[in-house]
Structures are given as structure tokens and as C-alpha cells.
């Protein structure tokens, strides 16, 4: 069974603190994305990447950063968190050229910032 | 830039049928989707159509695409209390990146 997944579920951190979302995909796919969901503003795109080492800004980038060292794990970095990155974040991958099924998601990591 | 616009919110009867509308405006997207996000769960790809089909069906799901209005229909059929969740309305570029709407909440009254 393919699988996104990604490091934790529900995440509480404080003003200041550096954060680190992690995320792995088992489908051996090029690209990978971080989004944030929150109500009434669908999912918004913060980063994505096409292949190792190779990122893009989203829609949304400031406050965030990624790394992407291996083709499985793509990570998503809040540098120093604030009140307003409370959300929920979602990972997804695709190979390099969608097709039809072959999009997945993670199940989410609700961040609380406090 | 590109937009994908839809209703927040939709309220039915169990035994109706249910009807979420979607608009875009990115006339290159080759695909559109229909994702699912159930209660405390992650997105689920729920059904989808090719850019140059006009409907497609798939059980109790019909999804309808009028590619000259730039507007793109899912309707389930006898909507159960299961069908409950956050309906999102997605379309690709084709550089692989999804833009995604708002999202529906679809409630089912019993």
C-alpha cells in the first residue's frame, strides 16, 4: 500500500522555537509539496519541490523554508514559530508528471503555536 | 494568477442528492479533481476527469465539466450521513501543482 506520511500528528511549540516537519513518501516520486489548511482558505501551497536538493516557492513561503537531501523525505522548517503558523499542514507527492490517481497525501500535522 | 472558487457550505437531507459547484480559471489544468477530507482525517483523491471528457460517472458520483464556462460539478447520489466531510474542487498546471478551492462542508441531515 503506498504511503505519505509524516512525522507527527499533533505538534505544540512555543513562540521562537524552531520547528521541523518531517515528511515520507515510499512511491519513489519526483515532486513533493507542503501546504497548509485552514478553514475557509482551502489548502494553500508553502513549498514544493521537483528532485533532490531542487525547491520552489509556493504561494505562501514567508516564515518557512524546506529541505529536500533524499528523494523520499521532504522537510518543512518554520525557523522561528509564530502565533499566526498555528495550522494544519499537509505533505503530498506526485511523479513528475501527474496522472489521473497518482496523487498523495499525508494525514496532517495540526500545529499549535502558543 | 490561478483560482478555484467554491461555496463554503452545503446542508442536505439523507436519500438527496447532493450538487457541489466549482469555477477555475487556469483553462490548461488537464485534469480536475475531487478530493475528500473526512472529519480528522487527511485528503482523499475521490474521483477525477480528463480535460476532455464532458462527464464522467462512478457509482453514486457524476462529475460534470463545462470546459467552455470553466465549471466543473461533483453530484452524489443518494447522499448518506457517511457522505459528511469537506469536499475540495482541484485543478492542475502543468508544472504538477494543484490549486486547490476553498473546500465545501457538505453536512447530511438524517
Known amino acids: 500500500d503506498v504511503k505519505v506520511t509524516q512525522s507527527s500528528r499533533y505538534l505544540v511549540k512555543r513562540t521562537g522555537e524552531k520547528v521541523f516537519l518531517e515528511c515520507v513518501q515510499d512511491?519513489?516520486?519526483?515532486?513533493m509539496f507542503w501546504y497548509r489548511q485552514d478553514p475557509g482558505l482551502g489548502l494553500r501551497l508553502i513549498y514544493f519541490s521537483y528532485d533532490v536538493k531542487m525547491k520552489e516557492k509556493g504561494d505562501i513561503p514567508e516564515g518557512y523554508s524546506v529541505s529536500r537531501e533524499k528523494k523520499e523525505r521532504f522537510s518543512l522548517i518554520l525557523e522561528s514559530a509564530s502565533t499566526n503558523q498555528t495550522s494544519m499542514y499537509l505533505c503530498a507527492s506526485t511523479p513528475r508528471v501527474p496522472t489521473g490517481y497518482e496523487q498523495y497525501f499525508g494525514p496532517g500535522t495540526r500545529l499549535t503555536v502558543t | 494568477g490561478e483560482d478555484v472558487e467554491q461555496s463554503l457550505f452545503l446542508s442536505v437531507r439523507e436519500g438527496d442528492s447532493s450538487v457541489i459547484n466549482c469555477t477555475y480559471t487556469?483553462?490548461?489544468?488537464?485534469?480536475l479533481y475531487w478530493y475528500k477530507q473526512e472529519p480528522g482525517a487527511g485528503l482523499q483523491l475521490l474521483t477525477y476527469i480528463f480535460s476532455n471528457m464532458d462527464m464522467k460517472q462512478d457509482q453514486r458520483l457524476t462529475v460534470l465539466l463545462n470546459k467552455k464556462d470553466k465549471h466543473l460539478s461533483l453530484r452524489i447520489a443518494d447522499t448518506q450521513t457517511g457522505d459528511s466531510a469537506i469536499y475540495f474542487c482541484?485543478?492542475?498546471?502543468?508544472?504538477?501543482?494543484?490549486?486547490f478551492g476553498q473546500g465545501t462542508t457538505l453536512q447530511v441531515k438524517p
Open positions: 482541484v485543478t492542475n498546471g502543468n508544472t504538477g501543482k494543484l490549486i
Open positions: 512511491m519513489d516520486h519526483e515532486n
Open positions: 487556469d483553462s490548461s489544468s488537464t485534469y
